[in-house]
């Protein structure tokens, strides 16, 4: 079947199999390689991506529920090349990532919840991060700079 | 800002990882490329009866099923262990037969039967379904301990009763006159349970077979790209050193599981050839658990002695380590040479005795993970200490620093040498950070809502940089332990350093760029590190054993000294100086007390344009060196854990981590600061929540994230990390390593800080809120009785 959907602000179109996952048509046939796959039960996270403007595992939803959807990944976070995403520096300004195969989901997860946390003008504790971390796991940093990283991203982006 | 040694230099290698645009294995596609599925045994133990592929061959897009026989005859060898270990008989390992896809026999549920090639992944995976594979079902054991028992089931015809070998060290007769005599003896039973290391980038390879030049390109998940190469050369028979590439790109963790040569690259190389396609296999994570070498899975009694001043008089242990169904690369010395030889701790111990009988069963083989043998030899001797300290109504930390090493070198009675340290310091650090003055009030503030605080040390001492080839070959290592690199000054002055050292997460291309920018003055953005390609590197010998720093920016410092040199002539000689009033500075090359000097691109240009450099010298700025090291390392320090447990159920909060350590000197603090924070983790997570869990069937468990118990955020604590170090006198920089202190030193800290808690220091590992309430009911049932 031929799915279309707008990726990191660009409409595409492929013929895929019914069965395609939206991961394996952002990785196999969009070939946008920063969104990983950690695990094949929906627990690590690695895969994280947003859809419509909400995080989401993209190894458990198929392509064709993503029909039409407004996806970005990694790859599209900042808003240009040259630019980086604050979120993104961060991660990189507090040492939040070591081998980088969890990152992009991390930073994906971490952007969605300050946002909803920004827009519901509620403050993000590191009691809520360590919780809102739940679905992303990490085996390099121990989390401590992950945690770091995102509360000072969190700062980074209300003075964007 | 500075960039030398010492500066917390945010990483080069960041960037490309944040943006989304790092080149892990399975990131990439050859051309004309296939896929790879593995029909995997579901039986753990059981002989093959007959294979029919005809369904799976009927499938469209399948191109072709191989089998182990096949592989056989085309001469592909097995899987060995690189290590040998000689029994206390004087007799040589028992190493059975392993081929990369199972001919006769399969023991362990994964072990694989046959690979499927098709066009895409999910073909291939029904494709392998599709294989019908007859199987007689054998009897199964999974614990060492019931391996050794009479009338176990046999695993290999040359491993009688599944003893691998049955090892020793340290002298018998003396360390049992001194337990004899010793006023107080601890014994314990001590289990360091099974963990899967878990990397998250699953393991992943891609082959390639260039007819016309009879040449293979694998690319692989390797932490040793070059030893990958060796091995599948020399033993496997895939392809001559010469006609084999192996390229670990970007690589997504490794801890150890990425060292070995596993079946399935063997595989997809000689399908590769067979088929005419390029093939690449990604593990999923189930098959992760199910095939990537596991780690520690130890049994031990353990039995410590002291005087009535509480001097210790003498260690003996016994252990047995399950090695699994096969003998996995160096499986044969995570057990002995990387553990029994630390059991001396940080401690004067006269009289240590360890036995060690390594084991076969139908698990998963197990080999290094993340400290290797250190982490277990840690955990017996550190257990004991605190044990014994509350048998005798001591202060852990005092029995502790009353047997304290002081002076350097110290020979300990089981090989190693130490060679400095300061162990008061760091304990007195850490007990300052954590405020372990405080503790009493904390605990009472603790009762007063309902909660068991605890306090527990853990005092580790660790070898790294591993270690003198002569030393290692003596006591049986197949290879030596040295490391590679090459300095090439370009003409235009930038640097590109090649080191066999291999980074999956280390940050190598930042901390290596550090020692270069502080030896010549120059920007870390005007050097570049490369590595991970046997095409470009030099043979190296790769990343493990925390060893990169100690052995791998030493043969760096060694090209250095040559480049130096090299540049020194040049600028004397244009210069019209002497050598010796040469010195560098500041990205210049200068004459000493004038004004005379050469910019740092400028001797390089004259390097290569060859037009004016002194007569008889060869043009060019490059230089390579080896380095071997003169002796392992010993990173040591003082781990402080601090838990409340709730009694009604168990549940048990880390509520302060405090880690002192003696890396020797350190490059980039925030580097080494996170490898500290990534070892506790690991530490916490075997010590609180990790089990790899058989069946009596050998069906593991606990082979999924739904299953297995991943330390997530909400688990672990903040971590306070501090260094008290001292000077590493064996390599140029004075490095001792830093990659797996903290996975060696934190298990005990959390179960002495647990037991401490409940009263109770009968406590295995890992203390799940079940397991710490039976024993807080355990210890309360018997206070009722008494």
């Keep these: 079947m031929k799915i279309a959907m707008i990726v990191n602000g660009k409409s595409v179109s492929r013929e895929v199999s019914d069965n395609t996952l939206l991961v394996e048509y952002i990785r196999d046939h969009l070939r946008l390689t920063g969104t990983h796959v950690g695990c094949d039960t929906s627990q690590c996270g690695a895969c994280v991506v947003h859809v419509d403007g909400q995080a989401i595992k993209s190894c458990t939803m198929l392509a064709a529920s993503a029909e039409g959807a407004a996806v970005t990944t990694v790859e599209g976070l900042a808003k240009s090349k040259d630019d980086l995403h604050p979120m993104q520096v961060a991660f990189k300004e507090n040492h939040g990532l070591q081998c980088g195969f969890c990152t992009p989901g991390m930073i994906m997860t971490a952007t969605d919840m300050v946002a909803r946390y920004q827009a519901q003008g509620k403050e993000i504790t590191e009691d809520a991060i360590r919780h809102e971390l739940e679905g992303n796991i990490c085996r390099c940093t121990g989390y401590h700079n992950i945690v770091k990283s995102i509360a000072d991203g969190a700062s980074k982006m209300t003075t964007v | 800002m500075s960039e030398g040694i010492g500066a917390r230099v945010l990483r080069k290698e960041d960037k490309r990882f944040i943006t989304g645009k790092g080149r892990y294995t399975d990131d990439i596609v050859e051309a004309n490329q296939a896929y790879a599925a593995f029909v995997r045994s579901p039986h753990a133990h059981a002989r093959i009866i007959a294979i029919d592929t005809s369904a799976a061959m009927a499938i469209e897009g399948v191109e072709t099923v191989l ?91 040359n491993a009688p009763g599944n003893l691998i070998f049955d090892w020793e060290i340290g002298d018998l007769a003396p360390t049992d006159a001194a337990l004899a005599t010793a006023a107080h003896v601890t014994e314990m039973d001590i289990t360091n349970n099974r963990l899967a290391p878990n990397p998250m980038e699953p393991r992943s390879a891609i082959a390639t077979f260039n007819e016309a030049e009879d040449h293979y390109t694998l690319y692989t998940t390797s932490q040793n790209p070059h030893v990958a190469r060796l091995v599948l050369s020399a033993f496997y028979n895939v392809a001559p050193e010469h006609k084999l590439r192996v390229i670990a790109p970007d690589v997504g963790g490794g801890f150890g599981s990425k060292i070995y040569i596993y079946p399935e690259e063997i595989a997809c190389l000689w399908a590769a050839m067979k088929s005419g396609r390029s093939i690449k296999w990604t593990s999923d994570r189930t098959e992760a658990f199910l095939t990537d070498a596991h780690g520690r899975d130890h049994v031990s009694t353990a039995k410590i002695g002291f005087d009535k001043d509480g001097m210790i008089v003498g260690l003996k242990v016994d252990t047995k380590a399950n ?43 197990v080999d290094a993970y993340r400290g290797a043998g ?89 070898a790294c940089g591993i270690a003198p080839s002569a030393a290692v070959g003596s006591l049986g290592a197949g290879v030596g332990l040295w490391e590679s690199a090459e300095v090439r000054v370009n003409p235009v002055g930038t640097i590109e350093i090649l080191t066999g050292s291999h980074s999956h997460g280390q940050g190598h291309e930042t901390t290596f760029a550090q020692i270069v920018a502080e030896r010549f003055g120059l920007p870390t953005e005007n050097i570049q590190i490369v590595h991970g390609d046997t095409d470009k590197v030099q043979f190296g010998m790769g990343t493990y054993g925390s060893r990169s720093g100690a052995v791998g920016m030493s043969a760096i410092v060694k090209a250095m000294d040559k480049v130096e040199a090299k540049v020194k002539k040049i600028a004397a000689h244009v210069l019209e100086a002497g050598e010796d009033d040469i010195v560098i500075e500041g990205g210049a090359v200068k004459v000493a007390g004038t004004d005379k000097q050469m910019l740092w691109h400028e001797v390089g240009l004259a390097a290569y344009t060859a037009h004016n450099i002194p007569a008889g010298m060869e043009p060019g700025l490059k230089e390579s060196a080896f380095y071997d090291p003169t002796n392992f390392t010993f990173p040591a320090g003082c781990y402080i854990c601090e838990v409340e ?142």
């Design chain 2, 67 to 157: 089998m182990g026989p096949e592989l056989v005859a085309d001469g592909i060898g097995n899987i060995i262990c690189g290590w040998g270990v000689t029994s206390k008989d004087g007799s040589a390992m028992n190493m059975g037969a392993w081929s990369a896809l199972a001919t006769d026999k399969v023991r362990y549920v994964g072990d694989a039967v046959a690979i499927v090639v098709a066009d895409s992944k999910s073909i291939a995976k029904l494709a392998a379904e599709a294989v019908v594979v007859t199987y007689e079902e054998l009897p199964v054991v999974v614990g060492s301990v019931q391996a050794l028992a009479k009338g176990a089931p046999q695993l290999h015809d």
């Design chain 2, 645 to 786: 447990v709730d009694p009604d159920t168990g549940v048990t909060e880390v509520v302060q981590f405090v880690a002192s350590d003696d890396f020797g000197t350190i490059i980039n603090p925030m580097i080494v600061e996170g490898q500290v924070h990534g070892g506790i983790a690991q530490g916490i997570g075997q010590a609180m929540l990790e089990n790899v869990v058989y069946d009596d069937a050998g069906q593991q468990l606990s082979a999924s994230y739904m299953d297995y118990t991943m330390p997530r955020a909400d688990d672990l604590p903040n971590y306070s990390v501090h260094h008290a170090s001292t000077t590493c006198p064996g390599n140029p920089l004075g490095m001792k390593g830093c990659g797996e202190a903290g996975a060696i030193g934190s298990p005990p800290a959390v179960i002495n800080a647990i037991t401490d808690a409940i009263g109770n220091n009968n406590l295995s590992m890992p203390a799940t809120p079940a397991a710490v309430w039976t024993a807080l009911q355990d210890v309360r049932s018997k206070l009722a009785a008494e």
């Design chain 2, 323 to 365: 090695l699994g169904a096969y003998m996995s690369l160096f499986s044969s010395a995570v057990p002995t040479y990387l553990y029994a030889t630390l059991l001396s701790g940080q401690y004067n111990i006269a009289n240590i005795y360890c036995n060690v009988q390594a084991v076969y069963t139908n698990t998963v083989p």
């Design chain 2, 374 to 462: 250190r982490p277990e030899a840690c955990y017996v001797i550190e257990r004991l200490m605190e044990t014994a300290a509350r048998e005798m109504g001591m202060d852990p930390s005092e029995l502790r620093a009353k047997n304290f090493v002081t002076s350097f070198p110290h020979q300990t009675p089981v090989i190693m040498a130490y060679d400095s340290g300061d162990f008061a310091a760091n304990q007195k650090q850490a007990q300052d950070a954590a405020d372990v003055a405080g503790f009493a009030a904390r605990k009472a503030e603790a009762a007063s809502r309902g909660k068991l605080r605890g306090l527990g040390y853990s005092n580790y001492i660790e």
